[in-house]
């Protein structure tokens, strides 16, 4: 079993539909938890980070984490067809190894 | 300013060749992390360097694979004797002091395809 499952899809929803993608994961000493988007042919950006458990805001995105269940989701409100990308779950550990590691990656389209 | 780049963005190898991928951080950008993309799946962690320090090299899938930043900024990543297997996009990412809740800002990485 990978440390962090993520679905892969494809994932396709019309526009201005709510979308919402998740990840599992197996370590539950991880405490730092972040989604990142990735255009095509382009490098991962980072979108949203969340220290521990709970939830985010940041305009039309909202991060939630529940660590009893090893599960974190990203959800966006009012999809626009620029939201189409790659989202990547990623996760670390609260200690001097700085690796993140991360999920596969979910594709995610939506439709115009 | 600038942000990460990489170069090349592209590159073709034969099997058995050596080649060398070049990242430049943002400058000041203290550390500096390479990851390996295969099709279909999330960045996997290579090497981080702190400055010119290698501190961790536990992700490098062989001894044909080998990193550098001498001077603490631009760094050099070196596949020998390339296998097909190594056909993937090569991403490097710097954050300004590389702790894990800092954000690694990603350049556009180089694609390697090894025939």
């Known amino acids: 079993q990978k440390e962090v499952e993520q679905d892969p899809g494809p994932l396709s929803v019309p526009e201005g539909a709510i979308v919402s993608l998740n990840c599992t994961y197996s370590n539950s000493a991880f405490q730092y938890f972040m989604w990142y988007r990735q255009y095509s042919r382009k490098g991962p950006e980072l979108l949203m980070y969340?220290?521990?458990?709970g939830n985010k805001e940041d305009g039309r995105f909202t991060a939630q984490v529940d660590k009893s269940s090893k599960y974190i989701s990203l959800f966006i409100r009012d999809s626009q067809p620029s939201d189409s990308a790659t989202y990547l779950c990623a996760m670390a550990l609260v200690s001097r190894d700085d690796k993140i590691i991360f999920g596969k990656g979910t594709r995610l389209h939506i439709l115009p | 300013g600038a942000g990460v780049s990489q170069s090349p963005r592209y590159k073709v190898a034969k099997r058995g060749q050596d080649v060398a991928l070049r990242c430049d951080p943002i400058?000041?950008?203290?550390?500096l992390f390479w990851y390996q993309q295969a099709l279909g799946q999330g960045p996997e962690f290579l090497t981080y360097?702190?400055?010119?320090?290698?501190?961790?090299k536990s992700g490098l899938p062989s001894d044909r694979f080998f990193a550098e930043r001498p001077e603490g900024s631009v760094s050099t990543l070196k596949i020998q004797r390339t296998q097909q297997e190594d056909s993937a996009v090569y991403l490097c990412?710097?954050?300004?002091?590389?702790?894990?809740?800092?954000?690694?800002?990603f350049g556009p990485g180089t694609r390697l395809l090894v025939l």
């Open positions: 360097f702190q400055n010119e320090a290698q501190l961790d």
């Open positions: 969340t220290y521990s458990s």
């Open positions: 990412a710097s954050s300004h002091s590389g702790r894990a809740q800092e954000t690694q800002y």
């Open positions: 400058s000041g950008h203290v550390s």
